[in-house]
């Protein structure tokens, strides 16, 4: 069982609004900051989101993040084409004493 | 600008010790609020954050993996090291190693190298 667990896949068409969720516990999203990273088919990845909801320097504002609880979710709105990737989140966890990646979820725009 | 690019032998056999340099430019180690972290992706699957060192040479470690990794750095030559003994085929995956900058709670992965594929066979 992962410790943070997000849907394996998600889907939308160019233009729509679509959430991406990832579930944790207290002792991750609960207590800590959760980031995001795009991965681009074939490419290292990179940072979307950091501290739950700060976009890094050249991230679209179509990229938000948000945090409720122990959950926390990915939103892109006028989705792309090229957005088609993989999403993952992270976050510490304060009781395992490590960092952790969701299981990614693979974005299509269809 | 931030640059980092992993090295390492491509393939390596059961049993034996990996070891992985990270080389980077544009930051340095002994700067407050720097660290170096390794993640891995076996081929098809998901992320798998692996260890990280902080400036004050703070070492934290996959909990899974932790009696098999160990992290370095040699400030001189601006690497950090990972080893990883007795590999095993489930081993294989592009290795990653990455900035990372702590936040109040946790880190996040700013900078990332291309990644190397390591693969675990006789």
């Known amino acids: 069982q992962s410790v943070l667990t997000q849907p394996p896949s998600a889907s939308g068409t160019p233009g729509q609004r679509v959430t991406i969720s990832c579930s944790g516990s207290s002792s991750n999203i609960g207590s800590n900051a959760v980031n995001w990273y795009q991965q681009l088919p074939g490419t290292a990845p990179k940072l979307l989101i950091f501290s739950d909801n700060e976009r890094p320097s050249g991230v679209p504002d179509r990229f938000s993040g948000s945090k409720s609880a122990t959950s926390a979710s990915l939103a892109i709105s006028g989705l792309q084409s090229e957005d088609e990737a993989d999403y993952y989140c992270a976050a510490w966890d304060d009781t395992l004493g490590a960092e952790f990646f969701g299981g990614g979820t693979k974005l299509t725009v269809l | 600008q931030v640059t980092l690019r992993e090295s390492g032998p491509a393939l390596v056999k059961p049993s034996q010790t990996l070891t992985l340099t990270c080389s980077f430019s544009?930051?340095?180690?002994?700067?407050?609020?720097?660290?170096v972290s390794w993640i891995r992706q076996p081929p098809g699957k998901a992320l798998e954050w692996l260890a990280l060192i902080d400036w004050d040479d703070d070492k934290f470690y996959s909990t899974s993996l932790k009696t098999r990794l160990t992290i370095s750095r040699d400030l001189s030559k601006n690497q950090v090291v990972l080893t990883m003994t007795n590999v095993d085929p489930v081993d294989s995956a592009t290795y990653y190693c990455a900035r990372a900058t702590p936040d109040i709670d946790g880190y996040y992965f700013d900078y990332w190298g291309q990644g190397t594929l390591v693969t675990v066979s006789s």
């Open positions: 544009g930051f340095s180690l002994t700067t407050r609020q720097t660290c």
